[in-house]
């Protein structure tokens, strides 16, 4: 296990896809986050599993964004009819309960 | 709310000297402190957390509770230092981190 992986590292799609990334956190970690991050900004918080379930959202994930960590090891992060506004870095972290988050390369999303 | 405040953008010093990246904090209570540094084209990665109170690559950070402070520092900076700084704050057993915008340090030779 080298770490948290992130598919796929780059996305360019048109307004109105959808698109799909996934996360594999560090094996044994039990909280996943998503982060988005935009350019001379810091990581903005979206959402954190506890094993499967989700226990916080951010109101920067609107009803456009759903999150899914089906068995509590890999997650899959969606966005529905992408905006050109959602032009981003999505971070994925992995920790275990109280201890720093280990991030994830990103995924660079684009929206023409 | 939960905020945090880098109030460099950018921070030039020359190899040797001392630097000192700044973080101030918005939080009622006692919330759990870090830095984060990016070198370039690598991925975003733990440098400390105030309460391991350890040395790091030879930096140092002290919570200042009475200043909502934790200020980076390093007595001789190197060239491979060179990096973007991220300081976040986490509630006590919460999961969200909320970071600052970060502070871009470069150590000329």
């Known amino acids: 296990d080298t770490g948290v992986s992130q598919n796929p590292r780059h996305k360019i799609t048109k307004r109105g896809q959808n698109v799909t990334f996934r996360c594999d956190p560090i094996?044994?970690?039990?909280?996943l986050y998503w982060y988005r991050q935009t350019l001379g900004q810091g990581p903005e918080f979206l959402t954190y599993?506890?094993?499967?379930?989700?226990?916080?959202k951010s109101r920067l994930l609107s009803d456009r964004f759903s999150a899914e960590r089906p068995k509590g090891s890999f997650s899959t992060l969606e966005i529905q009819r992408t905006e050109q506004g959602d032009s981003a870095m999505y971070l994925c972290?992995?920790?275990?309960?109280?201890?720093?988050?280990?991030f994830g390369p990103g995924t660079r999303l684009t929206v023409t | 709310a939960q905020r945090v405040t880098q109030p460099e953008k950018l921070l030039s010093v020359f190899k040797g000297a001392p630097v000192e990246l700044k973080c101030n904090y918005s939080?009622?209570?006692?919330?759990?402190l870090f830095w984060y540094v990016q070198y370039s084209r690598q991925r975003l990665q733990l440098l400390l957390r105030?309460?391991s109170r350890e040395s790091i690559k030879g930096f140092t950070a002290d919570l200042n509770k009475g200043e909502t402070s934790f200020h980076l520092k390093k007595p001789f900076a190197q060239e491979e230092d060179s990096a973007m700084y991220y300081c976040?704050?986490?509630?006590?057993?919460?999961?969200?981190?909320?970071f600052g915008d970060g502070t871009t340090l470069t150590v000329k030779p």
């Open positions: 972290a992995s920790s275990l309960s109280g201890q720093a988050a280990y």
């Open positions: 094996s044994e970690h039990n909280r």
């Open positions: 599993f506890q094993n499967e379930a989700q226990l916080e």
């Open positions: 939080y009622s209570g006692s919330p759990e």
């Open positions: 105030h309460i």
């Open positions: 976040a704050l986490k509630a006590p057993n919460a999961g969200k981190s909320t």
